[in-house]
């Protein structure tokens, strides 16, 4: 084994087949029950291609769940935070707190080094996500371009926060049903994150 997600066991119990990405072990596709637990390679008709499609269908008219903990995951702090990343990021930074903020960071010539989506969780400080084969450019680049004089650290903070991804159109039908938490289009807005509780459960909920 290599890194793992905390739902790794549970995943496993339902059927994951695990492939690897930048060092974690992440599901490829579900094996159903009564399907053997091991990948089903083919050039031309993998045996694994009407299981995807199964999942690829559920999401799309219901609702599926995607275990991406691997997303590498950082936090950018200290008194000079949000002028960093205003420096870095092509997008206007300077939103409320609560603010999801999808964005890339440009070199001098204007090509593409990251990107990246960026929640503000505070008058100083910043929640980065960015790809799980990205955390080690991307931090690297961030670094490079922070103010000398030390007022803003990157933290990383990958192996501090699982997450997980609901998606499809019955998502907030699902979440409704586990917690007290104000989920419709109206109480929870696109490009917004808060604190719920799911069941008894401290969460933070980014809605993108």
């Known amino acids: 084994k290599i890194r793992l997600s905390p739902l790794y066991e549970r995943l496993k ?4 087949i695990y492939g690897s990405k930048n060092g974690w072990e992440r599901p490829l596709w579900f094996a159903p029950e009564g399907v053997a637990q091991v990948d089903q390679l083919g050039f031309t008709d993998p045996g694994w291609r009407d299981f995807a499609a199964a999942e690829h269908h559920a999401v799309r008219n219901a609702v599926g ?28 930074m300077d939103k409320p707190s609560g603010s999801v903020i999808y964005t890339q960071f440009c070199n ?5 080094e990251a990107d990246v989506t960026i929640t503000r969780l505070g008058e100083q400080h910043f929640y980065i996500v960015t790809g799980a084969g990205f955390g080690v450019h991307d ?3 961030i670094r490079r371009n922070l103010p ?3 007022s803003a650290v990157l933290l990383e903070v990958t ?10 159109p019955k998502a907030r039908t699902l979440l409704e049903r586990v917690s007290e938490d104000d989920f419709s289009a109206t109480g929870f807005p696109f490009a917004t994150a808060r604190e719920v509780l799911l069941g008894a459960a401290p969460v933070r909920a980014i809605r993108i």
Do not use: H, M
Request: net charge positive.
């Open 13 to 16: 119990t339902r059927g994951a």
């Open 65 to 92: 769940l995607a275990d991406q903990s691997s997303f590498s995951k950082f936090e950018l702090v200290g008194p000079g935070a949000l002028a960093a990343i205003q420096y870095l990021a092509v997008s206007n």
């Open 108 to 112: 001098r010539r204007g090509g593409i």
């Open 139 to 141: 931090s690297d680049w």
């Open 148 to 150: 000398a004089d030390g």
């Open 159 to 168: 192996s501090a926060r699982a997450v997980v991804n609901v998606c499809g």
